[in-house]
């Protein structure tokens, strides 16, 4: 799988150049197998160096490398993947604080889907 667009990589290098931004996440990247989810909100201009929410085990956010997430090789010829059905409004801050206190940034999406769909929007008080 193509895990970056010409459209997503051009949105994620924009969000580069505007730092310290709240920026809404513009990608998901998921390991299929196990643990992993990656939001990613920028793109620097080496364009490999990404910035946004990861967990592999406790969410935080910092950097990444789109290299290396290209070149992880799983179990039955897999690698890491993108939710092309990923979509969000909320900003990185909003995604990064339920993260951090559901203890994953599955479960955050979890309780912040359920909240938007009991009309609870603007309402994200997880504690």
Known sequence: MILLTDELREHLLA??????????????????????VWLATELDADRDTMFGLADLGYPELGSFSLLEMTSVRLPFDMGIERDILFATDLPISVRAEAAQLAGSIRDAERILYNAAQSGRDGEWNLS
Do not use: I
């Open 15 to 36: 969000n580069g150049r505007e730092r310290n931004a709240d920026h809404v996440p513009v990608v998901k990247f998921f390991n299929p197998l196990g643990s992993g």
